[in-house]
């Protein structure tokens, strides 16, 4: 028999505030920045830039709660007209 979790129909919907993005992507453009105007490309420019990449995909999916947004969902072949 499978487990079903009991959930509360009252619970109240989860605020998604800014969080702290707004700090973060100011200390990583600082960084950027700074990495930009005083450094040559090398492994540090490399993972200042995954690092960046991270930040964006950690705020993308804390954003949308980790769904896929309806416009980017294919249409559905049988609803069409032919």
């Known amino acids: ?3 079903q979790i009991d959930h509360d129909p009252d619970e109240p919907k989860l605020d998604r505030g800014p969080g702290p993005w707004k700090s973060t992507f100011a200390v990583v ?3 950027f920045l700074l990495n930009l105007f005083t450094r ?3 492994w540090v420019s490399l993972s ?3 690092g ?3 930040c964006v995909v950690a705020w993308a999916i804390e954003i949308t709660g980790n769904k896929i947004p309806d416009s980017w969902r294919s249409k559905s072949r049988n609803s069409g007209s032919s």
Do not use: F, Y
């Open 29 to 31: 453009l600082g960084i």
């Open 1 to 3: 028999m499978p487990m």
């Open 52 to 54: 960046i990449g991270g």
């Open 40 to 42: 040559s490309i090398d």
């Open 48 to 50: 200042l830039g995954a």
